[in-house]
């Protein structure tokens, strides 16, 4: 039976898409329109024992195409790939917990004041999304790359939520959870704009994308915090740690 990490592993290479590249044992996610890191990583294949020569094919599939060699795996899926990596000068970016929650255990999303949260569908909320993701993240100014990103999301049969003030049609948060494999998806990009912030949009928009995982087909979300603060708001979403991702990379 596939483990928890063996599952989410398949969903990040699946993710890739049509645009992966093999390097030895590692599946290469390559954006060609964004250089950011979380658009640009590897992952390697489930109990993967890297040779030298490996590393350094990798290392030249991202440095051929100016990015930085990078990579986002869960440890306990292939326990032998760090000490390879740092070997060939990797360093550790940071470890973060991955936590998950059975769609029915979400509770309603209850957002505070005039918020409402929807699942997007035309490229007008899909834009809404962007600009609130944008400067949630201090992003630069959203593209039609952007817009188009989001709308693959949904063409592919994944799910992207718009928190929107109701007393001014504004977009003030948005997220996403991915088109799914064999069950499994990452709940991704959740933001909300500064003005907007400490009202549970966080927690609503989580609440309602997880809720509307049956209709995707999805029985496994995941989600990667990036600290405590923002683990704290998945928690009150009902979510729960299972695991933990590497993110590390050679500078």
């Keep these: 039976m596939f483990s928890f990490a063996s599952h989410t592993h398949a969903y990040l290479r699946h993710s890739a898409g049509s645009r992966a590249l093999r390097a030895g044992p590692f599946t290469v996610r390559l954006d060609p329109h964004d250089a950011g890191p979380f658009h640009n990583y590897a992952v390697p294949d489930d109990g993967a024992e890297p040779a030298g020569d490996h590393v350094r094919q990798l290392v030249r599939t ?44 979400a509770p309603p999303p209850r957002p505070t004041g005039p918020v409402e949260v929807v699942l997007a569908r035309t490229d007008a909320q899909l834009r809404q999304v962007a600009e609130a993701q944008g ?67 966080a927690s609503a928009l989580t609440a309602a994308l997880t809720r509307a995982c049956p209709y995707a087909g999805i029985t496994t979300p995941f989600l990667t915090p990036e600290n405590d603060d923002t683990e ?20």
């Design 62 to 105: 991202f440095t051929a195409r100016s990015r930085t060699p990078r990579l986002e795996y869960l440890p306990a899926a292939a326990p032998r790939v760090e000490d390879a990596l740092v070997a060939a000068g990797f360093t550790a970016e940071r470890r973060l917990p991955v936590l998950t929650c059975a769609p029915a255990d």
């Design 135 to 201: 400067e949630a993240y201090e992003q630069p100014e959203v593209t039609a790359h952007d817009v188009a990103r989001l709308r693959g999301v949904l063409d592919r049969g994944g799910l992207v939520a718009l928190a929107l003030d109701t007393q001014t049609g504004q977009g003030v948060g948005g997220g996403q959870l991915g088109p799914p494999h064999q069950g499994t998806s990452e709940l991704a990009a959740i933001g909300v704009r500064v003005a907007y912030r400490r009202r549970g949009i």
């Design 232 to 251: 704290r708001i998945y928690l009150r979403a009902g979510y729960r740690r299972v695991a933990e991702v590497l993110h590390i990379s050679l500078r």
